[in-house]
């Protein structure tokens, strides 16, 4: 491996090859959904700051280990290449051994297996399920018998995990029980989280299928996937309306709506996508994070207010 890869003029082994390898941007959707679970437990007197740190700590480390052995497993399977238009890959790139990468990856889900430990010790055993649930399905994303985004269910297991579970877990771990809002609003978190997914997953879908990988985009095809998206987004940002109605947020979380105002642009991009330049897709991607995150933090803000 050379000391520096020419097409990116990133140092192979620098700080800034390991940003690339963690993707900052992503980890909104490990972190929002944590906010959200905080906040609900705040607006409902039973804050825990430990329990609700803790549980950031789970969601970061399970989105970052995540994300190294997806870089590792996709370039082992022959899913990136030098065709792969969108960030770089650090192992595919040759800016970090495989087995550093694979490792690296290995340590952010004990980060993450310690931390939910701690949880356990305060709020029960079932907690323990829930943690060792998130970390085998963060690690069986990309590989094992049946690695999920090669057979179209990492739309599912980012709904699932980086939505209801992440937002749900939080606020049941300092309260002790499950609400509708909770639910709710881990189904935005979901819906955004599965949108930016899909937004990747559309940007990559000729690549993909080309290396197998069968995405639900490469399942659906373009234009179902781009109504799928806009309809994830659209919905998600509606719910904290539908919340306020049902109650339990007050009217002030309704606020959160106003996230489809940094979103638009991306519903745009998306709506005028013909996958005639994968490139177009790269701000929507940022675009989506940060209207999940504006979501979180008005919502978040809404409650204490409403």
Known sequence: MSSSDSNSGVQAGSLTAWRLAVRPPTLVAGGAPVLLGASLAARAGMFDFFLSSMAMVVAISVQIGTNLINDWADFRKGADTSARIGPIRVTQAGLLPEDTVRNAGIVAMCVALLAGLLIVLQAGWIYLIVGALSVVSGVAYTTG????????????????????????????????????ASFALGTAMGLF??????????????????????????????TPMKYLILL???????????????????????????????????????????????????????????????????????????
């Open 193 to 222: 989280a599965a949108a930016l997914l899909g937004v990747n997953n559309l940007r990559d879908l000729a690549t993909d299928r080309e290396a197998g990988k069968k995405t639900l985009a490469v399942r659906l095809g373009r």
């Open 145 to 180: 018998p049946f690695p999920l985004a090669y057979i179209g269910l990492g739309d599912i297991w980012a709904f699932l995990f980086f939505g209801l579970v992440a937002t749900m877990a939080t606020y049941s771990i300092q309260t002790d029980e499950v609400t509708l």
């Open 232 to 306: 994830e987004i659209l919905v998600a940002s509606m719910m904290a309306v539908a919340v306020s109605i049902a109650g339990g947020i007050g009217w002030g979380g309704a606020i959160g709506v106003l996230a489809i105002f940094v979103g638009r642009d991306a519903l745009r991009t998306v709506w005028k996508y013909e996958g005639d330049d994968p490139r177009t897709l790269l701000p929507a991607l940022q675009r989506v994070s940060q209207t999940q995150l504006v979501f979180a933090i008005l919502v978040s803000l809404g409650m204490g207010f409403g």
